[in-house]
């Protein structure tokens, strides 16, 4: 429901949806764990992939614990609006997404990788706290929207480690339709804890600008145009190895 992406995306769970009053319809969802033996297999746990039983595993090389990042007890509800006052058509919602974590009780954990000093991540991780707002509103072709996403989680929606910082994600974007032809554009930033070696250490950024348009020639044929710059930063961090304490490749 949330971001139809992401570490909750593919869990078995159970879905209320209502019916929609005045423009406003609601919805919520429970998970037990983010386990399903069909979108989620793997062959070992990882942060990317938690999904097997609770059995101590670790990441091959690293040291760090893999089971400690697989959420249980997710719980989610959003409301939603859609309607038009004048003018106006206007869309909007707000969403939250909350859960537990299975607990690492073993020892301290300091990743294995070299060059990583003060690292503050330790085998523990926190559940998912995170909201979501977005509104657009179109007037005479024109659209205008944002959204916000932030919280206590990382990457696409995972479970996050116990010191990490907290992730912050917005967009902003306009849209303009007259006829068979569409221009747009949207400038993205999200800030998360990015590496998990690196807690305590540093943080990535990610920045992205893209523009596009389409022009419907008749029906069944359209011909289109797209452009789109991004970057990634985290110190510390090599984006070409994906390893930790490395001061190459960390754009």
Not at 11 to 22: E, G, R, T
Not at 230 to 237: I, K
Request: aromatic residues 12%.
């Amino acid at each position: 429901m949330l971001t139809l992406q992401g570490a909750e995306y593919g869990s078995h769970k159970i879905v209320y949806l209502s019916p929609q009053f005045a423009g406003v319809d609601f919805g919520a969802n429970v998970a037990p764990s983010n386990g399903n033996g069909i979108e989620f297999r793997c062959a070992n746990a990882s942060p990317s992939c938690p999904s097997l039983s609770s059995s101590g595993q670790t990441s091959a090389g690293g040291g760090i614990p893999t089971d400690s990042f697989r959420f249980r007890n997710e719980i989610q509800a959003g409301v939603r609006y859609q309607g038009v006052v004048g003018p106006a058509s206007i869309y909007a919602f707000g969403d939250y997404i909350g859960s537990g974590v299975v607990n690492y009780t073993g020892p301290a954990i300091t990743p294995a990788e070299p060059g990583v000093p003060g690292t503050k991540y330790n085998g523990q991780t926190k559940g998912i706290s995170a909201g979501f707002v977005a509104a657009d509103v179109t007037i005479s072709g024109v659209t205008v929207g944002a959204p916000w996403q932030g919280g206590q989680y990382n990457a696409v929606m995972a479970t996050s480690p116990k010191e990490a910082v907290g992730a912050n994600a917005y967009l902003i974007g306009i849209q303009y339709v007259t006829g068979p032809f569409m221009v747009g554009a949207a400038y993205y930033g999200f800030d998360s804890q990015g590496a998990v070696a690196l807690t305590g250490v540093s943080q990535r950024r990610e920045n992205a600008f893209g523009a596009g348009g389409q022009w419907q020639i008749t029906p069944g044929l359209q011909a289109y145009w797209e452009y789109i710059y991004g970057t990634r930063h985290q110190g510390d961090f090599n984006f070409v190895t994906q390893t930790a304490g490395s001061k190459a490749f960390n754009n």
